[in-house]
């Protein structure tokens, strides 16, 4: 079982970037595809990003595509978020999670989530 944990929130002016990471504990995490959710203020948990095993693939949310880009370091048992020309609907607690596939992620077929960052963006 791989353990999860997020670090990278902040509070951020609109149009400004952060860069959230996801460290995983044990020696399977290049075994996984990573993604990433959002949850805001009264909303549900949605999908953001997802990255294959070996970071061929790569999917977003339409409302975050040119925006953020998803990677991860395999060495580093990391994956990452960069966000960019942040919004303030942007504002959520961030979760990373894994999967067997991207599919899966995207269908939040899960083996791991995070406990979250929080991120607010102010306009």
């Known amino acids: 079982q791989v353990q999860l944990v997020e670090s990278g929130g902040g509070l951020v002016q609109a149009g400004g970037s952060l860069r959230l990471s996801c460290a995983a504990s044990g020696r399977t995490f290049s075994s996984y595809a990573m993604g990433w959710f959002r949850q805001g203020p009264g909303k549900e948990r949605e999908f953001v990003a997802a990255i294959s095993t070996g970071s061929q693939i790569k999917y977003y949310a339409d409302s975050v595509k040119g925006r953020f880009t998803i990677s991860r370091d395999n060495a580093k048992n990391t994956v990452y978020l960069q966000m960019n020309s942040l919004k303030p609907d942007d504002t959520a607690t961030y979760y990373c999670?894994?999967?067997?596939?991207?599919?899966?992620?995207?269908?939040?077929?899960?083996?791991?989530w995070g406990q979250g960052t929080l991120v607010t963006v102010s306009s």
């Open positions: 999670a894994a999967a067997g596939n991207t599919q899966q992620i995207r269908n939040k077929d899960l083996v791991a």
